[in-house]
Structures are given as C-alpha cells and as structure tokens.
C-alpha cells in the first residue's frame, strides 16, 4: 500500500528487502497528537481502536493517521513497552496521549484574597449599598411551557 511505501521512504519501482520477525505484544503505547484539532474529538480512544485495527504492529517514530469526520488527523508513536517495536494484534495495551504540538496549557487564575473583602475570599457576591427608595418591583415571569399538559381520551 502507499502508506507502507511512505513509511519506508520508498518509491516506486524501488528495490526492498524483507525480512520476518516475532514483535513482543504491546503493553504501553503513548501517542503525541501533531496537532491541537484532535482535542476536539469527542471519544479519542475509540476512534483510535478503530484505526488500530489495520495495524499489526507499532514501532516509536511511527506516524499514523487518524481520519474522523472528514479530517485526517496524526499521532506520533513517543513510547512503546515492551520493545521500540511491538505486535498489537490481539492484544490489550494501556494508551496514554501527550501534549499535541502546538498546545498551550491554560491560565489558572488564583482568587485574590482582597477582593473578597469582608467575605475574606470566599467567592460569595458583594452586596451593593442599599438607598433609601425602594427598588422597582420585578415584573412577573412568564407562565413556562408545559409539554403534554392537557388530557386525553382513550
């Protein structure tokens, strides 16, 4: 296939020689999404059993390409155990994914002790200062919509 061909950096015509080993079972595998879209997939791991089920076996520095909703999306093999090249056939392994390139961790704000003020920082809302008019009333709500509210007949 094209995908062995490029993964072997060979073109067409080119010569190969193969040779038959036996590959350990995989037990580890730790995978580097190679950009900040596959975040965005809903269930990773399920979507990567799928794919994985036209490999037979894993090597570290592997790329594979993951198609899901129309997008092709790249994981790069970072760790494998027990070998650099290991069978998936068959086989229960634990999967663990890295940072993908490009991701930024987010900014954690601390909660600022002064601005809690008198609430000593407990994240509760100020009162505003009261006046001495009374506040407008607040309209009534809307009565909700209720779905099959009536009754029926048999």
């Not at 909703?69 to 229960?92: C, H």
Request: charged content about 20%; some cysteine; proline content about 11%.
């Amino acid at each position: 296939p094209y995908w062995v061909m490029q993964t072997l950096l060979a073109g067409e015509g080119s010569m190969l020689t193969i040779k038959n080993v036996s590959l350990p079972k995989a037990t580890f595998v730790k995978f580097k999404p190679q950009h900040v879209d596959f975040l965005e997939i809903s269930d990773p791991r399920a979507v990567l059993e799928y794919t994985l089920r036209s490999y037979s076996c894993l090597s570290v520095g592997d790329h594979i390409c993951v198609p899901y909703n129309d997008k092709n999306y790249y994981l790069e093999v970072k760790e494998l155990q027990p070998a650099d090249a290991a069978s998936i056939i068959e086989t229960d392994c634990n999967v663990d994914f890295e940072a993908p390139v490009g991701y930024v961790e987010p900014q954690r704000t601390m909660p600022d002790a002064a601005a809690g003020g008198a609430a000593g920082g407990a994240g509760l809302p100020i009162p505003a200062p009261q006046s001495g008019r009374a506040a407008p009333p607040e309209p009534e709500p809307e009565p909700a919509f209720t779905a099959f509210g009536g009754s029926g007949a048999r």
